[in-house]
């Protein structure tokens, strides 16, 4: 009797304790893994973490994430990172280092609550790179107080504090038909969110999730791409009917009419009547749009406008649909005048190995928005913002500063009636502030 208490004892404890030792054992190789890539990334980034944990079902986690780069004051934060693979065997293999050469049939990163405000240095820069790309597009854009491309500084005016982003890119595999499904989301929180897809076919030979296949013509199906709006493009609509001193509705009529220049800098190609009502009809009723289309074996991206644009659509097989309503007319064009060198821009904010530049003196962290003074000769720096005028007289004009031109300022001011716009000579101010993000530059 007592032996066979013994056995069941065993029997209930073994499991449990083989259980444990491979939990430890997992989580040592993630925490000795953590350790590595911040001693890998100390030049150029301290990386803290709270936690991680895994599971036998073959999923690691690492948690509260924190990422200080070097020479600034900013801060990123992931509130988890999961690696996903099918089962315990092939994160043996990833994080044990267990000898396992098979291709898994899923696997999947996913990342939850990665976040970083807009107050800080590399917001800085960025926001000096959208404001050099707009000046050398000026006039190009003849609503939203001239802005074409929009940064950190739209985004806080939008009501916008940090952008929050959840992720998941990966794939999945058909064991018999041999169809790798590659799908990539992204959600940009309070804003929109992306999804792309694919089915990539063709690889003979073993099924794939038994060994690393070579693969031998395999073809891409069909990209599906996906857009869902959360609230980004009301207040796009708000904002810059705002600065255009117009009502939304003409606003988004006036937008969906702009110049090819207008469209050839901000999305590479010039859309016909029936993108253009496409776009008016998603900036008016936000939602869903769907673009699905076959890239042709032996045609490249970069070679795409060699062909004429009259066959592109066809030759893609391309269709798009908006809040399920697919569009018939899908003809553009493409635009020889000037268009902007993007990436010129942003070799301003990274160096030529793909890194950030480093910050040489350390700026005091801004503060979120206030009111700061300025002289009222230089509020032409600052059409577009907030501000407060005090004139002769003790009477304050405050609203949204909408043009100087000569020698008086035009504020807006928003009414439960509507707009109110009142002229104010430069000569009258007695005190000007304007609500800036950091200190004004005089």
């Avoid at 895994?54 to 924190?66: K, R």
């Avoid at 990163?109 to 000026?138: C, P, Q, R, V």
């Avoid at 491309?149 to 739209?154: D, T």
Wanted: charged share 25%; with cysteine; aromatic share 10%.
């Amino acid at each position: 009797m007592r032996s066979i208490k013994k056995l069941l004892l065993v029997i209930v404890v073994a499991p449990l304790l083989l259980y444990g030792i491979v939990k430890l054992y997992l989580n040592y190789q993630l925490n000795e893994f953590m350790g590595q890539l911040a001693a890998r990334g100390k030049p150029f980034v301290t990386i803290k973490h709270g936690g991680v944990s895994t599971s036998l079902s073959g999923e690691a986690s690492i948690h509260e994430l924190e990422f200080y780069i070097t020479g600034t004051d900013d801060v990123v934060r992931v509130e988890q990172v999961t690696y996903n693979t099918p089962n315990i065997w092939y994160l043996l293999r990833d994080l044990g280092q267990v000898d396992n050469n098979k291709a898994p049939e899923s696997l999947h990163l996913t990342l939850t609550g990665l976040s970083m405000d807009l107050y800080g240095d590399l917001t800085d820069k960025m926001e000096d790179t959208i404001n050099s790309l707009n000046l050398d597009l000026t006039g190009v854009n003849k609503l939203c107080g001239g802005r074409l491309f929009m940064g950190p500084r739209e985004y806080r005016d939008m009501g916008y504090e940090e952008i929050i982003i959840d992720g998941d890119i990966g794939y999945d595999v058909d064991d018999i038909t041999e169809e790798i499904a590659i799908n990539m989301d992204l959600t940009f929180r309070n804003m929109g969110s992306y999804r792309l897809s694919t089915l990539v076919s063709g690889f003979n030979g073993s099924p794939f999730a038994a060994s690393v296949p070579h693969p031998h013509n395999p073809s891409v199906g069909a990209f599906k791409i996906t857009y869902t709006d959360q609230s980004y493009a009301k207040r796009f609509v708000k904002f810059c009917s705002g600065l255009s001193n117009m009502s939304e509705a003409d606003f988004i009529a006036a937008e969906a009419n702009q110049s090819p220049a207008y469209f050839a800098n901000l999305v590479g190609f010039v859309p016909g009547s029936g993108l253009r009502a496409t776009y008016k009809e998603l900036l008016s009723n936000p939602g869903k749009i769907e673009v699905v289309m076959e890239w042709p074996e032996g045609v490249e991206p970069k070679n795409l406008h060699l062909y004429k644009p009259e066959d592109i659509p066809r030759l893609l097989n391309l269709t798009v649909a908006v809040n399920e309503k697919p569009v018939d007319d899908l003809s553009f064009s493409f635009y020889d005048g000037k268009t902007v060198d993007v990436g010129r821009h942003f070799s301003n904010i990274m160096g030529s190995d793909g890194k950030p530049k480093p910050v040489v003196a350390k700026k005091q962290r801004r503060s979120k928005p206030k009111y700061y003074p300025v002289t009222p000769s230089s509020l032409k720096k600052y059409v577009g913002e907030d501000v407060r005028l005090q004139v002769k007289g003790n009477v304050s004009r405050d609203g949204r500063l909408i043009n100087v031109k000569g020698k008086t300022a035009y504020v807006r001011k928003r009414l439960s009636g509507g707009n109110y716009t009142m002229q104010v000579a430069l000569s009258q101010i007695k005190k000007a502030e304007v609500f800036l993000t950091r200190p004004p530059k005089e």
